[in-house]
């Protein structure tokens, strides 16, 4: 007796989820094509020959338009290895450092009580509210002055620095959340502060370092402004920049720039994949736990 | 031995002090409980004892060692945490081994230790969970056991039972006392609630804003609070207070008419004064036979005992001890009597007027 008008209820509530789940599944159905198109475009055309890219753009390489000739230029063009390897050694190496220094940031903040605390966190994260490309030419003149023009070590720098804000601003909020019982507990265990951040803290906020290591590697392998500016010459070239060769002044050579633009796609799509589990998680971590 | 001597202890933030010189001497062994309304100072008087927080001023002294700048790994202190505070990423083992291990311990003997705290706690079957694998109570043994494992002089807790629930509690609690007869090691123990004061401690440090109020055994405090505070604090339902004047040495009115000797030590004057009496002292008897009289306004049966919230005419209700058989019903008048010797004065300040006689429990 008691049962039926609860199985109605439940039956309706069921449907309306059902509506629902069809609306937002829709939706992000409709807004994957969006994202996935361009990429699926490029690395479809990467697979055909020249003619093939012009003739039919869309369509899926077939036995006439089939090539691999623009994996074996850029290949065998031996500086894109180098522009690859440029790119990553920038980009793993900037985002240690601002995991290493941003997470030591937000630990200092959110952990020890010093004058100037409240100014100090405003400080390090007002340049999320300043686009680095601002002070563009100021650190062109600053790299010039210090000799760094041209290497590998001032895109570091700046990509440090462009991602440091973003990092202790989340990094902070959530280590202010983590229980100051477990800290004490490890400084009456006998760690030093050193150890605590390593060995307690660290652990403790790995999601969160991965949702940070996601934000902030994909505009650093994507730039193209910092090398353009700061590291143009053939040593120093990052993947961005050396797709460039392929563009000429009057013949583009398109099989040879989607064939490096679907390689370069390629780390980035690792480093998700090492880091999706943990970013999860991170991305929802503050929400849902109290 | 390792007494702990407190010397002046004192500790601000900023300009704002928040212990005000606390002096107290824990022998080695002992069993005292701190207790306090939220804020009171003693969770951050356990910290600054432990070496979480600087001292502003005074002492801290264990054995016969000044330890104010000592590491908190250094003191021979092992805290257990109200949250806690166990390492997520390491399991039981993991967490009951993590400090011998940093201190470079022999493997050998970490294993011994770890396994003889386990046992203690009934651990042994959960050395490879990880905590967030554990219920509460399961996860505070852990906190415990990773205590015991330190083998240290002096045991700190901090609030540890409030996080798990009554049944829990109850239980906990009485492993506590246990642990405490097994090891014999000093333990001060942090809480705001004084069920817990009374069970677990060999005497009680009563604080209130940063101030020590009266330091006992809980039959002392129970007994023979020295001030209202104190008397208020220490009994559940709490002891009734009632505004009265002083007529003699030791002779009160209340409420107009009703005429109160008190067997305190006299003293001089006149004047304003309370009237305590616990809930559990007053005697219920016909309405005309009371000292005092009033309307029931609550009846909260608990099953075996009953309160009866009385109506004197006072902003707060009178509260009444009865058998859980009472038939009294709410609107019905009832008659109060008290017994003198159970009955406290306090003068305008909150001191208490000395009992003429000790309680006979208490020494």
């Not at chain 1, 077939?62 to 063009?77: A, I």
């Not at chain 1, 392929?246 to 989607?258: E, M, R």
């Not at chain 2, 700048?69 to 039981?92: C, E, T, W």
Request: one cysteine or more; glycine letters at 8%.
């Amino acid at each position: 007796m008691t049962d039926t008008p609860d199985t109605s209820r439940s039956r309706r509530g069921r449907s309306k989820s059902w509506g629902t789940a069809a609306t937002v599944h829709a939706v992000l159905l409709g807004y994957t094509i969006i994202a996935l198109f361009p990429v699926i475009v490029v690395i479809l055309n990467s697979f055909k020959n020249r003619r093939g890219i012009f003739t039919e753009p869309l369509a899926l390489p077939g036995p006439e338009t089939f090539s691999l000739e623009g994996y074996s230029t850029v290949l065998s063009e031996g500086s894109f290895l180098l522009y690859y390897g440029n790119s990553l050694i920038v980009t793993v190496v900037s985002l240690f450092l601002i995991l290493l220094l941003g997470a030591m940031a937000a630990h200092a903040l959110s952990e020890y009580r010093f004058r100037l605390n409240g100014i100090l966190s405003v400080y390090m994260i007002l340049g999320i509210m300043v686009p680095i490309r601002l002070g563009t030419v100021a650190i062109l003149q600053l790299m010039v002055q210090l000799d760094l023009v041209n290497t590998l070590v001032s895109l570091i720098f700046v990509y440090t620095a462009q991602g440091l804000p973003i990092a202790v601003f989340i990094l902070t909020e959530f280590m202010r959340t983590l229980s100051r019982d477990i800290k004490d507990c490890a400084r009456v265990d006998g760690l030093s502060e050193y150890r605590i951040f390593f060995e307690v803290v660290l652990p403790l906020v790995r999601p969160v370092l991965a949702t940070v290591a996601v934000f902030s590697m994909i505009p650093i392998w994507n730039d193209l402004w910092f090398p353009l500016i700061l590291a143009s010459s053939d040593a120093t070239k990052t993947v961005t920049l050396g797709v460039q060769q392929f563009i000429g002044q009057y013949t583009v050579n398109w099989s040879a720039v989607l064939a490096s633009l679907s390689i370069a796609i390629l780390p980035v799509l690792v480093l998700y994949a090492i880091f999706s589990r943990q970013l999860i998680s991170g991305i929802t971590s503050g929400a849902v736990k109290g | 031995m390792s007494d702990l001597v407190l010397k002046d202890v004192r500790k601000a933030f900023g300009k704002t002090e928040v212990i005000h010189g606390i002096d107290l001497h824990v022998t080695d062994g002992e069993f005292v409980v701190f207790v306090g309304p939220s804020g009171c100072g003693k969770s951050t008087l356990l910290r600054m004892i432990a070496g979480l927080e600087e001292i502003s001023g005074g002492d801290v002294v264990i054995g016969d060692e000044t330890v104010n700048d000592i590491a908190p790994s250094d003191r021979g202190i092992a805290m257990v945490f109200q949250s806690y505070a166990l390492y997520p990423h390491k399991d039981v083992y993991g967490n009951m081994a993590f400090a011998l291990r940093h201190a470079g311990e022999d493997k050998k003997l970490i294993n011994e230790r770890v396994r003889k705290a386990a046992d203690i706690l009934g651990l042994e079957h959960l050395l490879k969970r990880r905590p967030k694998e554990l219920s509460g109570g399961q996860r505070q043994r852990v906190a415990i056991g990773r205590a015991i494992v330190r083998d240290p002089e002096i045991f700190l807790f901090d609030e540890p039972l409030s996080n798990l629930d009554a049944a829990l509690r109850v239980q906990m609690r009485v492993e506590l006392l246990r642990l405490h007869q097994r090891l014999e090691t000093t333990m001060i123990y942090v809480t705001h609630d004084q069920v817990e004061a009374m069970t677990l401690a060999d005497r009680i440090v009563v604080l209130r804003d940063g101030r020590i109020e009266q330091v006992g055994t809980p039959l002392e405090l129970y007994h023979h609070p020295r001030n209202a505070f104190v008397a208020g604090f220490i009994g559940s339902p709490k002891m009734n207070f009632l505004a009265a004047e002083r007529q003699g040495a030791t002779t009160v009115t209340t409420h107009g008419s009703a005429q109160i000797e008190v067997p305190v030590e006299a003293r001089d004057g006149t004047g304003p004064v309370t009237l305590g009496i616990r809930p559990e002292h007053v005697e219920m008897v016909a309405p005309e036979e009371g000292t005092l009289s009033g309307e029931v306004l609550v009846a909260e049966r608990l099953g075996g005992e009953t309160y009866l919230h009385v109506d004197l005419g006072n902003e707060e209700p009178f509260v009444v001890k009865a058998d859980g058989g009472v038939m009294q019903k709410t609107g019905e008048r009832i008659g109060l009597r008290f017994p003198p010797q159970a009955l406290h004065l306090f003068d305008e300040d909150g001191t208490a007027f000395e009992h003429r006689e000790r309680h006979a429990l208490i020494a």
